[in-house]
């Protein structure tokens, strides 16, 4: 893939979202970082600005459709866009008494219409510019529904299934489309489950994997193989099988 020189990330004032943006910070680079925290968001941005990169940051949510395309198109203006990251979300489960449908709408708001809010002012200019990848953050919890979480799992399912579908429908415009799927990540989002979290990786390491596989144009990049084995198996079942079994396990 061509080298991009202007990348956008949601979701980077923390998690994933922030080691990608430190790992993609360099000189020469411009960085588009917006996070719903406004001073973890300045502090990411000085970290990237020490490493050379030219920074913008807002803290418009993603889920204001109108607002956040206003954002990005005036960015786009500046400079192109050539890498889109749709990695902001919001996770909860069923393990405080259930799920409500006000939580449930607002994973769905984050997690889905997020990324729909990101990624579609940019796709006309890019399908003019005929170049542009767009990576869009699922999960391995997206392969089959839990019972802990179950509109987080739901949310990430309609990312990966949308991102891969995309990928053709975009493909003659010379528009790249990736779906990350990555399994247990050190984050402030899994740093309140209470329970085992087989095969945790680090932020920086689960980066660094990403930038390489997204400059490799991976169509699905999911990790760390043992999990995603273990998820496309769960998937692959009859759910008579599987529901049994998910029934006993741990809640978000």
Known sequence: MRDPACILITGASSGIGEALA?????????????????????????????????????????TDREAFAAWVLAQDETAPIDLVIANAGISAGTGRGGETEEQARAIFATNLDGVLNTIHPLIPRMAARRRGQIALMASLAGFRGMPGAPAYCASKA???????????????????????CPGFVRS???????????????????????????AADRSRIAFPWPTYAATWLLAALPPAWTDRLLARAPRK
Request: glycine letters at 8%; aromatic letters at 4%.
């Open 22 to 62: 430190l790992a993609y910070a360099r000189q020469g680079r411009r960085l588009l970082l917006t996070g719903r925290d406004a001073e973890r968001l300045t502090a990411v941005a000085a970290a990237c600005t020490g490493k050379g990169a030219a920074v913008e940051t807002s803290t418009v949510p993603v």
């Open 158 to 180: 309609a990312v990966r299934v949308y991102g891969e579908a995309l990928r053709g429908d975009l493909k003659g415009q010379g528009i790249s489309v990736n779906v990350i």
């Open 188 to 214: 402030r989002m899994t740093a309140v489950n209470r329970f085992p979290m087989p095969f945790l990786m680090d932020a920086d390491r689960a980066a660094a994997l990403i930038v390489a596989r997204l």
